[in-house]
């Protein structure tokens, strides 16, 4: 028979052991969660077909990702809050726990990935919107930007993009690109409607609507501009809930349903990112 000594012993090994064994995998998910049986999501709604308001400047959050995250909340068994966030505020807002995710057409980046999980979801990539004709001739977002004047989101992926191609220019002795960053998309659509710019650099799908919004003034510049970039939902570092989300939005990229939600916004179903082999 053991002694109690012996018992106590056993028992508390038994305890360390199990929290040893304790990560974010196999943790409660739930109770990460900011507010009981919700996830809240952290989106900018002024990004057509992505998020933007049903009634222009208020209403309901609609779009593909604010649908899409929604489904991705009913899957786990939750109600969704749409918790509007001005873009250069959401990745902070994550961090500082007043979302729990963040799905609203960021790209994945290794920066972000730095302070967050990330979760693929659709392909995307950078386009070019101009004035009707192209006039300034730009067919891709190397050396045609060289000299011109450029409108884009600030803090944004693509801002970088002008800001490493205008380094280029000048460091190959040409003129340098002319940056204009707006907080706003369509500040930056107003900069080419009002001839301040030459063009606006922003993702395809957002690029695409922006032009059928103006299709007698604006067009997307037809020619090589680089697609291998993802949109990704972002969640805390290391968080239990993001196998939950990854799991979620596999089964629904399987079963169809981001796939006709993509068609209903007017996107390529064809872009939403299988995940099996995608490293989170």
Do not use: H
Not at 92 to 102: F, G, I, S
Not at 201 to 229: C, M, Q, R, W
Not at 263 to 275: A, F, M, R, S, V
């Amino acid at each position: 028979m053991k002694s109690k000594k012996s018992k106590i012993v056993t028992a508390v090994f038994t305890v360390v052991i199990m929290w040893l064994s304790l990560s974010p995998a196999n943790a409660d998910w739930k109770s990460e969660l900011i507010t009981k049986n919700t996830l809240i999501n952290c989106i900018d709604p002024e990004y057509p077909p992505m998020e933007y308001y049903a009634k222009g400047t208020s209403g309901k959050i609609i779009g593909f990702d604010a649908e899409a995250s929604a489904a991705v909340a009913k899957e786990l068994g939750l109600k969704i809050k749409q918790l509007a966030t001005a873009f250069d505020g959401l990745i902070p807002a994550l961090v500082a726990k007043r979302c729990d995710m963040v799905w609203t057409a960021l790209y994945l980046s290794n920066k972000r990935l730095a302070v967050a999980d990330g979760v693929p979801y659709l392909e995307t990539g950078p386009g070019l919107v101009v004035a009707k004709g192209n006039p300034k001739k730009i067919t891709d977002l190397s050396f045609d930007l060289c000299g011109k004047s450029i409108a884009v989101q600030g803090a944004s992926a693509n801002e970088q993009i002008l800001k490493d191609q205008d380094k280029v220019c000048r460091n190959t002795g040409k003129s340098g690109i002319a940056i204009s960053s707006y907080p706003k998309v369509a500040e930056t659509v107003g900069a080419l409607l009002n001839g301040k710019v030459d063009g606006i650099v922003e993702t395809d799908v957002a690029a695409g609507n922006i032009a059928t919004s103006n299709s007698k003034k604006l067009e997307v510049a037809k020619g090589y501009f680089p697609g291998d970039i993802q949109f990704a939902a972002y969640l805390l570092k290391n968080s239990a809930l993001t196998a939950k989300v990854k799991a979620a939005v596999d089964k629904l990229n399987s079963n169809g349903t981001l796939a006709k939600i993509a068609k209903k916004y007017g996107l390529d179903p064809e872009k939403i990112t299988t995940l099996a082999s995608q490293p989170i």
